[in-house]
């Protein structure tokens, strides 16, 4: 299977930052998305982004499938954007999403 | 909000227990999941299902059982569990089980095993 890593894996930010979160993967795959946990455990979808780049709001997301790696950008940070950011990629042929490590971001006022 | 709840939210048991997880989506999806998160450890998916027929078990012990008598609804009943089984479970669910299918996820069940 394809392994996960994601960088940095702890996010210090004064609130109105920008950050740049880093998602790599092993092999070449079919569906990428990024999600926020939130401190209650709920995980909430951001992005579902194989290819390409997309924007919402404050956050936007890039992926280059051939280098495989993904990137999740927060701009002007809010202390409700605290939590952990996780990225899960799956590729043809398997069932299972495979989730990285995660990204445990903390947003001071 | 995204549309698939969780009960109960918290859970305490004892290791000679029975308990059910209960899942339920309300976005018409055709396939559900269990996943289990564990400090700090990544998400392991445990279990899917499409419509109502499991199709991965992902090396779980017997004493997770999962039960999908619907598309809508997803159990994971839990007996004679161990201490290491305390986790954040999770339940997901999707349109279909194909590639380009985004997974929502529910609030999870946070279990402490005694």
């Known amino acids: 299977g394809i392994q996960v890593e994601q960088s940095p894996p702890d996010l210090i930010l004064q609130e109105g930052a920008n950050s740049t979160l880093r998602c790599n993967f092993s092999d070449s795959v079919n569906n990428l998305q990024w999600f926020h946990q939130n401190p209650w455990g709920q995980l909430i979808n951001l992005f579902y982004i194989p290819s390409g780049t997309k924007q919402n709001g404050r956050l936007s997301a890039t992926t280059v499938a051939t280098e495989r790696y993904s990137l999740l950008y927060i701009s002007s940070s809010q202390t409700t954007d605290s939590g952990v950011y996780f990225c899960?990629?799956?590729?043809?042929?398997?069932?299972?999403?495979?989730f990285g490590t995660g990204t445990r971001l903390l947003v001071s006022p | 909000e995204t549309g698939v709840t969780q009960t109960p939210r918290h859970l305490v048991m004892g290791m000679t227990n029975k308990k059910s997880l209960k899942c339920e989506q309300h976005l018409g999806h055709n396939a559900m999941y269990w996943y289990k998160q564990s400090a700090k450890k990544p998400l392991e998916l445990m279990f899917v299902?499409?419509?109502?027929?499991?199709?991965e078990n992902n090396s779980v012990p017997s004493r997770f059982s999962p039960e999908c008598p619907n598309s809508s609804h997803l159990f994971l009943h839990l007996h004679t569990l161990q201490p290491e089984d305390s986790a954040l479970y999770l339940c997901?669910?999707?349109?279909?089980?194909?590639?380009?299918?985004?997974?929502?996820f529910g609030p999870g069940t946070r279990l402490t095993v005694t």
């Open positions: 299902y499409s419509l109502e027929e499991r199709v």
């Open positions: 997901a669910s999707s349109q279909g089980t194909g590639l380009s299918y985004e997974q929502y």
């Open positions: 899960a990629a799956r590729r043809t042929g398997f069932q299972k999403l495979v």
